[in-house]
């Protein structure tokens, strides 16, 4: 089992792709801090199931996932459909980084998630073992959010409209 302080340090570790894993999901700071204690919680009362200290990224991760998904199940079910958001409403930024945003919100949420991963350093054998799927369909994903990506940003530079 992992020792308390050793835990400690894993999340401390984890915090900033941890945040971000949830933010994709939800969409909401406050729901992803919500998400981010319970999932930490969880991790920590069922420390004794970590087989390998290795596997503690893809294993946190994959609580969080659930806390999030679960988090954003008990919001549907509180806010009725008309007040949902369409969509993050975009930040006072430079055009690139606006452009960037609006084609990763067009991206399954799968697919955005693997990418994150990815950006963050993981193996693809973590993420896939984080959003628990097998490596091939991890690889799957992020040929196609980067096929996606750069179709999207090739038509908004060229002045069409992407599909």
Known sequence: MISRDAFAQEVRSLTDTAFAVAYLILGNRADCEDAMSEAILRAYEHRDRLKKRESFRAWFLRILRNEAYDTLRKRRRLTPVEELPEGPAPENDSA????????????????????????????????????????????????????????????????????
């Open 96 to 163: 690139g980084r606006l452009d960037l945003k609006a084609a990763l919100a067009r991206l399954t949420e799968d697919q955005r998630t693997s990418l994150l991963l990815q950006q963050e350093g993981y193996a693809l054998e973590e993420i896939a073992e984080a959003l628990d799927v097998p490596v091939g369909t991890v690889k799957s994903r992020l040929s196609r959010a980067k096929n996606t990506l750069r179709t999207i940003l090739e038509d908004d530079h060229n002045g069409k409209e992407a599909i």
